[in-house]
């Protein structure tokens, strides 16, 4: 189903060969899987896990139209039973959340590009609590953005090049 977007720049969607491709990586992980969907945009990452079987998912956006669209997508795909939505900067939703004994088992990080979010929002998943044990975790960024080889408690496990973008999962470090 086409879902909404926001107009004009504001926001990045995943491609679709992107979405495409970390979906088939994914396929293990979705079936009955808790999704936190930070910096979710219009949620169509979350609203995907959600259509494959995932049981349930949170999305959060620190923008007041995002979060309007999402409410409308999950409403549109007849999802919003399944979904959460929060309005907030992530690190605050993270607090939230811990302090609720939430956990995850798949989280999507899509900040915008070239700003240095992801590797201080990993540090905050572990130091948060809200990582199940078998957890994985899809940062997609800019080609040129550093992020982490590990972070103590997780560590890279594959990096997928798209273009300008790059996917990297991370999974427990064992």
């Known amino acids: 189903m086409k879902l909404h977007t926001l107009e004009g720049m504001g926001t990045r969607p995943t491609t679709d ?48 139209k995002c979060i ?21 900067e992530a690190q605050l939703i993270l607090k939230k959340l811990s302090q609720h004994g939430e956990k995850f088992d798949i989280i999507f990080l899509d900040p915008p590009y070239r700003k240095g979010i992801i590797p201080p929002i990993l540090q905050f998943l572990e130091e948060n609590d809200v990582l199940e044990d078998r957890f994985i975790i899809s940062a997609e ?5 550093e992020l982490p080889e590990s972070t103590g408690g997780m560590v890279v496990s594959k990096v997928q090049i798209y273009g300008k973008s790059k996917l990297t999962f991370y999974k427990r470090n064992i």
């Open 141 to 145: 960024s800019d080609i040129d953005d």
């Open 68 to 88: 309007d669209i999402i409410k409308r997508n999950l409403q549109h795909v007849k999802l919003f039973e399944k979904g959460q939505v929060f309005l907030g």
């Open 17 to 64: 060969r992107v979405r495409e491709n970390l979906f088939n990586i994914l396929a293990p992980y979705i079936e009955n899987s808790k999704v936190l969907d930070l910096f979710a945009g219009s949620g169509s990452l979350g609203i995907e896990a959600l259509s494959r079987g995932a049981q349930s998912a949170v999305f959060s956006d620190s923008n007041e």
